[in-house]
């Protein structure tokens, strides 16, 4: 067995981006799965690019589906609309989100605080065009 040889004696806690700051953000993950009424949602997962100190977070998007009321479907589409183009990607056809790992786009990052996790960052708005 080995001993090991390491100083983190300058470590910093991970923190929140300020609200309001439009940033780079890469895709670290993206989870596909059902929420707990069964309709289907893909969340992915950010860092912050220029921020080596910034914490992780994810942006929640219900796909579009039958049950959705017009409004919400809207809504639904058009999240995922700003979503796709803010990442340059295909805004129809099949996809595989397994591919988007890697790829960066910009954002308006919000902050909300969770009792379980405290303060975290959120996609306020995706920025296209950049």
Not at 4 to 17: H, M, W
Not at 35 to 49: A, C, L, T
Not at 111 to 127: F, I
Request: hydrophobic residues 35%; charged residues 30%.
């Amino acid at each position: 067995m080995s001993l090991l040889d390491i100083d983190v004696s300058g470590a910093q806690e991970p923190k929140t981006v300020e609200a309001g700051t439009e940033c780079k953000l890469r895709i670290i993950d993206v989870r596909q799965d059902t929420n707990k009424h069964g309709n289907p949602y893909i969340m992915p997962r950010f860092d912050v690019v220029e921020e080596p100190l910034a914490k992780d977070f994810t942006d929640y998007m219900e796909l579009p589906h039958e049950e959705m009321d017009a409004k919400t479907r809207a809504r639904a589409e058009w999240k995922i609309a700003t979503f796709l183009n803010a990442f340059s990607l295909p805004t129809s056809g099949q996809m595989n989100p397994d591919e988007w790992k890697g790829l960066t786009g910009w954002g308006i990052v919000g902050v909300s605080t969770d009792d379980t996790y405290g303060e975290q960052n959120t996609v306020r708005k995706y920025v296209t065009g950049k």
